[in-house]
Nanobody, 126 residues
Framework: QVQLVESGGGLVQAGGSLRLSCAASERTFSVYAVAWFRQAPGKEREFVAYIAGIGRTTSYADLVKGRFTISRDSAKNTVFLQMNNVKSEDTAVYYC???????????????????WGQGTQVTVSS
């Protein structure tokens, strides 16, 4: 089973930028659908962004649209989340998740994904 490892989290000031990475252990990851979710203390895990395995279709939560960009480098088996103009409400543990399929119909539902990383903490200071 593919393993996912997130990195790139840390402390950033409001208005700053951060790039998260999700590295996979298998080359087949390049054709899997991948999403980023986040979970703040006391809150449910919420969808952030999605990228399809084929066609590279993307979608974003309204709260991050225009500020975050999801992309992938198939040669490196890695998916990125570029976070710009971060806000204090972006503080959370960020998880990447994948599904052994090129497209996920209900891409915003955590239950659709079968593999998760361990998470990386993002803290935005105001």
């Amino acid at each position: 089973q593919v393993q996912l490892v997130e990195s790139g989290g840390g402390l950033v000031q409001a208005g700053g930028s951060l790039r998260l990475s999700c590295a996979a252990s298998e080359r087949t990851f390049s054709v899997y659908a991948v999403a980023w979710f986040r979970q703040a203390p006391g809150k449910e895990r919420e969808f952030v962004a999605y990228i399809a395995g084929i066609g590279r279709t993307t979608s974003y939560a309204d709260l991050v649209k225009g500020r975050f960009t999801i992309s992938r480098d198939s040669a490196k088996n890695t998916v990125f989340l570029q976070m710009n103009n971060v806000k204090s409400e972006d503080t959370a543990v960020y998880y990447c998740a994948s599904k052994r399929a090129a497209i996920v119909a209900a891409s915003r539902s955590p239950q659709e994904y079968d593999t998760w990383g361990q998470g990386t903490q993002v803290t935005v200071s105001s």
